[in-house]
Nanobody, 127 residues
Framework: QVQLVESGGGLVQAGGSLRLSCAPS????????MGWFRQAPGKEREFVAA????????SYADSVKGRFTISRDNAKNTVYLQMNSLKPEDTAGYYC????????????????????WGQGTQVTVSS
């Protein structure tokens, strides 16, 4: 059974930075793409960023391009989301997820393509 555990969330002022981490346990990590999604109260879960299993491809939501960076360390079985220049509209629960297809050659951005999810970590950005 695969379990994903996020950490690194918290309260930060606008313009600040946070780094989220996601450490899967159980199952295989290095051969799957990983993604980050977020969900604010009353809103649908939305794509934030994803990285291929080989780290050769990444994808970002337009709203975070140039501010967020996704990376992974397969030796440590960890995926990261570095968030800079945070805005109040970035406030949400952040969830990491594992792609449902092993060795996928493209990065996917829809929640239905991910089959394992963490419990989420809250990010709150004050103005």
């Amino acid at each position: 059974q695969v379990q994903l555990v996020e950490s690194g969330g918290g309260l930060v002022q606008a313009g600040g930075s946070l780094r989220l981490s996601c450490a899967p346990s159980g199952g295989t990590f290095s051969s799957y793409a990983m993604g980050w999604f977020r969900q604010a109260p009353g809103k649908e879960r939305e794509f934030v960023a994803a990285i291929s299993w080989s780290r050769g491809s990444t994808s970002y939501a337009d709203s975070v391009k140039g501010r967020f960076t996704i990376s992974r360390d397969n030796a440590k079985n960890t995926v990261y989301l570095q968030m800079n220049s945070l805005k109040p509209e970035d406030t949400a629960g952040y969830y990491c997820a594992r792609d449902g297809l092993r060795w996928r050659t493209i990065v996917v951005v829809t929640p239905k393509d991910y089959n394992y999810w963490g419990q989420g970590t809250q990010v709150t950005v004050s103005s």
